[in-house]
């Protein structure tokens, strides 16, 4: 046997790794040994697979997945190390939303109502009838982001033909949207023209279930949040303080829950205020 070659044992010895994590690694494609006997199926490594075989474990040590752990050791140094920047960045912002998370339960868990800090300023306004038109989908919290903003973009852009954008869009909660929970949420767009609009929705016919319909006038109490706070769970805190002064002032839910985005969301810093949290009430 060569001298460069070790056995299996020898070198998780030395990689300090079991063989179970070395047999992962060479089914997973991440680590092959250098020499497989063909008769006993033994595996042996050389000295020089070592360095790898510890990048790997401790990138696995960031809970990294295997998939992206697989990116990061086939790529070369500059690149690998963008992957991992990258990869970090998310984890880090996973963190922040956790802590706010746990920040926002231990205040439930301890009976402080989200209105007692004063954060949500609650207030009604009067909205006239409008003509809007929409698109519905089941979805889950996850995918609620993504969505809204296409689904926005594409009624944005079909206002177009429908006399143009007459209003804030808006989502509407017709259920929850949760982890567990798909709704549906609908995004809306009032549009100018209620004749061209029904034009294109009937042009559109079941595409993203669209539809055009006319929204009665109504009152809303909202609270306005900043792009920060569009962010799970601070918007969950805003809603269920609109929800607590609808009781207080003796005022009945008269509708689903909605988002009315009057800001442009791209060129908006965190801090700015870009979004109503809103409750239709009597």
Avoid: N
Wanted: proline share 5%; charged share 25%; with cysteine.
């Amino acid at each position: 046997m060569d001298e460069e070659l070790l056995t299996i044992g020898a070198f998780a010895a030395r990689a300090r790794l079991s063989a179970k994590a070395l047999r992962l690694y060479d089914r997973l494609g991440l680590l092959a040994p250098a020499q497989v006997d063909e008769v006993s199926g033994y595996r042996y490594y050389r000295a020089g697979q070592v360095e790898r075989a510890r990048l790997v474990a401790l990138l696995r040590r960031l809970d990294m997945p295997l998939a992206q752990v697989a990116e990061v050791v086939r790529a070369d140094g500059p690149k690998a190390a963008g992957l991992l920047a990258a990869y970090w960045a998310e984890v880090e912002t996973r963190i922040a939303g956790q802590r706010t998370l746990v920040d926002y339960l231990r205040g439930r868990l301890s009976g402080r109502s989200p209105g007692m800090d004063g954060r949500f300023v609650v207030e009604t306004v009067d909205v006239p009838e409008q003509v809007v038109i929409t698109e519905k989908r089941h979805t889950l919290a996850d995918e609620l982001p993504a969505w809204i903003g296409a689904s926005l973009g594409r009624l944005e852009e079909a206002a177009r033909a429908c006399g143009g954008v007459a209003g804030a869009p808006f989502v509407v909660y017709h259920s929850e949207v949760s982890m567990e929970s798909d709704g549906p949420a609908e995004a809306c767009v009032p549009v100018a023209d209620e004749a061209a609009a029904r034009v294109w929705a009937e042009r559109r016919g079941r595409a993203w279930e669209t539809a055009v319909r006319v929204q009665p006038a109504q009152r809303l109490a909202y609270a306005r949040i900043t792009k920060a706070q569009v962010a799970h769970p601070q918007i969950m805190a805003a809603f269920e303080a609109v929800e607590e002064w609808i009781t207080e002032q003796g005022l009945v839910q008269a509708g689903p829950c909605r988002e009315v985005y009057f800001a442009e969301w791209d060129s908006a810093g965190a801090q700015d205020p870009v979004c109503d949290v809103a409750f239709p009430v009597r």
